[in-house]
């Protein structure tokens, strides 16, 4: 076969996601997004802008948020990931972050609501306590159509306060 016609090779990869090691074959290239959602069944991994715009494939690399999207899959061989499928616990409880977006109705769409609860799981993680503005920052690459984020940056903050966090914050006035 002419080598400008053949196809480029595939490679079997062992991906550790949400726990758990699943093999892919994956050619050259293929990106993160795409594994995730059709080889990993990792479907809460949302293709919005496909350009690094929109966060709404959010995912957690060794606890950083990356965009699928644009992350080659085979550049995180080796390293844990967690999508939104990771939050809800064996028991099927659900992670005090999906349920604060659930109590503060920071889901209309949910097409961004992946992406937000991941890149707000890392803030978390790192920021048990984290103001508002600090919690603004961390979503200020994701963004939503639908809520106007009143309601995710409250959610994001009532997380934390359920978490152990800051019991005594206040939450932000809802918007009108
Ligand atoms: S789909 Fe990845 S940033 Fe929009
Ligand atoms: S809830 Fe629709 S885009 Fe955010």
Same mark, same amino acid.
């Given at each position: 076969?002419?080598?400008?016609?053949?196809?480029?090779?595939?490679?079997?990869?062992?991906?550790?996601?949400?726990?758990?090691?699943?093999?892919?074959?994956?050619?050259?290239?293929?990106?993160?997004?795409?594994?995730?959602?059709?080889?990993?069944?990792?479907?809460?991994?949302?293709?919005?802008?496909?350009?690094?715009?929109?966060?709404?494939?959010?995912?957690?690399?060794?606890?950083?948020?990356?965009?699928?999207?644009?992350?080659?899959?085979?550049?995180?061989?080796?390293?844990?990931?967690?999508?939104?499928?990771?939050?809800? /616990? /064996?028991?099927?409880?659900?992670?005090?972050?999906?349920?604060?977006?659930?109590?503060?109705?920071?889901?209309?769409?949910?097409?961004?609501?992946?992406?937000?609860?991941?890149?707000?799981?890392?803030?978390?993680?790192?920021?048990?306590?984290?103001?508002?503005?600090?919690?603004?920052?961390?979503?200020?690459?994701?963004?939503?159509?639908?809520?106007?984020?009143?309601?995710?940056?409250?959610?994001?903050?009532?997380?934390?306060?359920?978490?152990?966090?800051?019991?005594?914050?206040?939450?932000?006035?809802?918007? /009108?």
């Amino acid at each position: 076969m002419d080598a400008r016609t053949q196809k480029p090779a595939r490679q079997v990869v062992e991906l550790e996601v949400d726990g758990e090691t699943i093999e892919a074959t994956i050619a050259p290239h293929r990106l993160l997004v795409d594994v995730l959602r059709d080889a990993c069944g990792r479907t809460s991994v949302k293709e919005g802008c496909e350009s690094a715009s929109c966060g709404a494939c959010t995912v957690l690399v060794d606890d950083v948020p990356r965009l699928a999207c644009i992350t080659p899959a085979a550049d995180v061989i080796g390293s844990k990931i967690r999508t939104a499928e990771s939050l809800r /616990s /064996s028991d099927g409880r659900l992670h005090a972050l999906q349920e604060a977006f659930i109590h503060h109705h920071a889901v209309q769409c949910g097409f961004c609501t992946p992406g937000m609860l991941m890149a707000g799981l890392a803030l978390l993680e790192e920021n048990s306590r984290p103001t508002e503005q600090e919690v603004r920052d961390a979503i200020a690459g994701n963004l939503c159509r639908c809520t106007g984020y009143v309601r995710i940056v409250r959610a994001i903050l009532a997380a934390a306060q359920t978490l152990g966090a800051r019991p005594e914050r206040r939450l932000p006035e809802m918007a /009108s």
